[in-house]
């Protein structure tokens, strides 16, 4: 298999890149700031017309010896994308992989300025809805409708909605390769030893930081942070997003941010996470952190499980350090329990300039369908396709791991599942402002309610509110 590599980057306390989905994957997963103004004067004008790619455009794959180019970023130290394009080019042997890698941090920006000088990309990933919506815009990607409504293998139903709400003014242009719901991830070992019962669900923002206080010990190196709080904007919004009174491209819901952005200032303040402008400055990888055991809890995707599946030893392998840790449902002040997931999708499309449309989608149906899940599920990822097997393997993952926490499926197949960013054709612009906005609050440039204010008005100017 061909692939073109950055440096392999070491699951380290202190590593460069992030290891996102997804969607964390998402644009506010990561810098947004310092490409963005490249990659709009590299983009040409948004187009009035999808690129629907038809069936007879596409045709049919060919069985010749075929290498599609895939766009990604986190190939060179993550096991599951090897162990995916592996078990597909077992199926298919006529088809190789040429991964063309990018930074995490400014994946986003990138691929809209490649693909804005014709890349030719075959298979494009994309972390999140708004570098999606981006690519949609300026016609980088095409529609998929012609090739979903003619595949008799492919059923839009087998997806929870996803599939749907990858949909844009009346199109659908991507897969949902994985969604990720966010948790709150706690070290079982630090709770034991400080004789703390360990976080349920139903815990109010208050519960949580009351939790994280009593959690909080020692100084300097030696200092465990009672939780972790990452840069991202999405450290934030997750919480009341999962209650749905939140919704991030409508402006009218932001208000609800403000007594959660008050609760992790105090939090920053009081010394119960690490400050943001500190973590900004150091680039401090948030796997590291808890790998490190310098946080009893952390929010994350589901996608940590695969990370703590691979790099976190159990006592007995490692008594130094390896440890047991366990997952709960986020806290929120609506009383909502586990009936809501929410989280990023990790898209999947068809690259408007690649040679090889047909084994493109035979490829995105493949690590989007049910044999892609699978591989995924062994790995601990959660994918798009919902299957009763997925929430199987991923409750049988103790068996193989003895420090995964049992019933892990509770988490992955709640009664509702929502999307982190909602498709908007201006969702690439609403993911700088918030990006922004977060910043200055977590900084103390603004006060919460100034810096949510900035983010009504910022938006509302963008989609003409």
């Known amino acids: 298999m061909k692939k073109r590599s950055l440096a392999v980057l070491m699951a380290t306390a202190m590593v ?25 004067e590299a983009a040409p004008a948004e187009t009035s017309e999808p690129a629907v790619l038809s069936v ?45 890698e990018f930074s995490a941090d400014e994946y986003d920006n990138v691929i809209v300025t490649q693909l804005s000088g014709k890349q030719n990309f075959d298979v494009v990933f994309t972390k999140g809805t708004p570098a999606l919506s981006a690519l949609i815009a300026q ?45 709150i991830y706690y070290n079982k070992d630090l709770f034991d030893a400080a004789g703390v019962p360990y976080p349920e669900d139903g815990m109010t923002i208050e519960e949580y930081h009351e939790l994280a206080t009593k959690m909080t010990s020692g100084e300097g190196n030696d200092k465990v942070f009672g939780a972790h709080a990452h840069t991202w904007t999405s450290s934030v919004y997750m919480y009341t997003d999962r209650t749905g009174e939140f919704n991030y491209v409508d402006p009218s819901t932001y208000e609800v941010l403000i007594p959660y952005y008050n609760e992790f200032l105090a939090m920053q303040d009081e010394g119960v996470i690490q400050d943001y402008g500190e973590l900004r400055s150091s680039n401090l990888h948030y796997s590291g952190v808890f790998y490190n055991q310098q946080a009893a809890m952390m929010q994350m995707g589901t996608w940590y499980i695969n990370m703590l599946l691979e790099n976190v030893p159990t006592p007995e392998e490692d008594p130094e350090n390896g440890f047991n840790w366990g997952v709960c449902a986020l806290p929120n002040d609506a009383g909502i329990l586990n009936e809501n997931s929410v989280g990023g999708v990790t898209p999947v499309s068809i690259g408007a300039y690649g040679e090889h449309p047909a084994e493109a989608w035979q490829f995105i149906k493949y690590i989007c369908g049910p044999e892609g899940a699978a591989v995924l599920a062994e790995n601990g990822i959660v994918p798009g396709l919902a299957a009763d097997e997925v929430l199987e393997i991923f409750d049988a993952l103790p068996e193989k ?49 100034e810096g949510v204010q900035g983010m009504i008005d910022r938006v509302n100017e963008v989609i003409g509110g």
């Open 16 to 40: 460069v890149s992030s290891l996102v989905a997804c969607g964390g994957g998402s644009s506010s997963s990561g810098s947004s700031e310092t490409t963005a103004a490249a990659a709009e």
């Open 56 to 100: 007879d455009e596409a045709g049919e794959a060919s069985g010749e010896e075929v290498t599609l180019r895939v766009s990604l970023w986190d190939y060179s130290n993550t096991e599951y994308y090897k162990n995916m394009f592996n078990a597909f080019m077992e199926k298919y042997p006529n088809i190789s992989i040429d991964v063309v």
């Open 139 to 183: 016609g980088h990607i095409y529609a998929l409708d012609d090739l979903i409504a003619a595949d008799p293998d492919f059923d839009p139903a087998n997806y929870k909605g996803l599939v749907d709400q990858l949909g844009l003014n009346g199109h659908t242009y991507a897969l949902p390769y994985r969604y990720d719901n966010q948790l």
């Open 401 to 449: 791991y003895p420090n995964a926490p049992e019933g892990l499926s509770k988490y992955l197949s709640c009664e509702n599942a929502l999307v982190e960013q909602p498709m908007h054709e201006k969702g690439k612009e609403i993911s700088t402002i918030m990006d922004e906005q977060h910043s200055a609050i977590m900084t103390k440039s603004v006060s919460a309610e």
